[in-house]
Nanobody, 125 residues
Framework: QLQLVEFGGGLVEPGGSLTLSCAAPGLPLEDNVIGWFRQAPGKEREGVACISSSGSSTYYADSVKGRFTISRDNAKNTVFLQMNSLKPEDTARYHC??????????????????WGQGAQVTVSS
């Protein structure tokens, strides 16, 4: 699996915004579809958003459509997840992962494990 590391987690109030970054130092991502996944206590892991290798195609879970935006900068070897209008139910640990696949396949079939610790996002007042 890709060795990816997440940055940008934290505590934010409902309605606020947060941006996560996913980086692969020293490893090119150009050929990989990259996705963000999350898991909250007591819930199954779900695909949140995925983006194609070129950035031209994206896929979002229904629960985050219109609020989250995934993007990538291949020159910087980084994938971003911009999260707006955050809700308490967005609270979870977020991981990124990737492989050569379609965005639908990656997001609807989450990997069984992840590299790194992920980023904890907590939405509360």
């Amino acid at each position: 699996q890709l060795q990816l590391v997440e940055f940008g987690g934290g505590l934010v109030e409902p309605g606020g915004s947060l941006t996560l970054s996913c980086a692969a130092p020293g490893l090119p991502l150009e050929d990989n579809v990259i996705g963000w996944f999350r898991q909250a206590p007591g819930k199954e892991r779900e695909g949140v958003a995925c983006i194609s290798s070129s950035g031209s195609s994206t896929y979002y879970a229904d629960s985050v459509k219109g609020r989250f935006t995934i993007s990538r900068d291949n020159a910087k070897n980084t994938v971003f997840l911009q999260m707006n209008s955050l809700k308490p139910e967005d609270t979870a640990r977020y991981h990124c992962a990737g492989r050569i696949a379609t965005v639908q396949a990656l997001c609807t079939r989450p990997p069984g494990d992840f590299w790194g610790q992920g980023a904890q996002v907590t939405v509360s007042s």
